[in-house]
């Protein structure tokens, strides 16, 4: 075998090795945002129904505008949206990667406040895209002036608001949406990622008369739907025009529409477990503070806790425990995914025994 570095790979390219957090087989995993309670055994059912329904057509290419998915996550979304103002990609990374290409590109940058998603500068490489992340505001927040301000100076082609932010958990109110929209004239991406476990309102009320906004979502997080690579955005139709051009074609296969066409039928039943998942992000931010640490604010299934004195040590007396967490490079922090009662309390368990 050859060396990468013999190869005419791309200069911006060179070196670099490829993103993602290890994936290790472990009892009990927090560490990439999972819901970890898993897919009701009835939806599983219709799933495969749904499934076995399209194997016998796969000879023929899948409907490229999936129009009845597209319906579906309109009415899922509710506030009056249209089929044609939605539009779904194999996960979020994809739905962003796709507006990069479409609004970014040579010349045009993008901007974002961190620390924040790790995958944005990556798919702003990726997309031949500058990009510039300037620092988030006391606690990880951000205020509707300080954003506006930095966007007015910056006028990026494409800005991104992660919200609740990942890493930190932190959220953002419809106001800084709102400010942020107005102090630019480029494209205002949302990633609402998280959105289904935040007790604020979503940006999809800001939709109507605000064309250069797009609201990201995923099927990853919430709906328990990480490995089937579903996501999915709310913008104006003329921005779904957009996306179409820099589309690969038939980019969602047959079987990915048909999984996602199956849960969707079960939004409530695939969404079930949101609320007991919130109760152990609760619990863990409470718990982690009695520990004499601390944790910042979240509206997220996960916490970002804070206080340790070598934050690897502990990552790796977790993981010798059958617990894995993420270490996102924020000094004296780590980042815990809110899972299951059971695994939340195996997690506090041993985190106190490794700290005691
Ligand atoms: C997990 C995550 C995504 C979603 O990734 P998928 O490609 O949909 O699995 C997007 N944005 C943020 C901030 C995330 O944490």
Redesign the pocket.
Known sequence: MTNLDDLPIRDDLRGLKPYGAPQLDVPVQLN??ENTFGIPEAVALDIIQELASEVLRLNRYPDREFIELRGQFAAFLGNGLSARQTWAAN????I?TQIFQAFGGPGNSALSFGPT?S?YPNIARITLTDYRELPREADFELSANYVAEQLAIHKPAIAIL?NPN?PTGTPIDNEVVRAAYDAFDGILVI?E??AEFSSKASAIELLAGRPRLII?R????AFAF?GA???YLAADEAVVDALRIVRLPYHLSALTQAAARAALRHAPEMLANVEQIKVQRDRMIAQIKLLGLSAYESEANFVLAAGFENPNEVFEALLARGVIVRNVGIPNTLRITAGTEAETSKLLGELALILG
Not at 91 to 94: A, L, R
Not at 218 to 221: A, C, L, V, Y
């Open positions: 990439v945002n996960g979020s990374n994809e962003l998603y995958m992660c990942n990633d990622a998280y990201s995923t099927m990853s997080k990480a690579r579903v996501g």
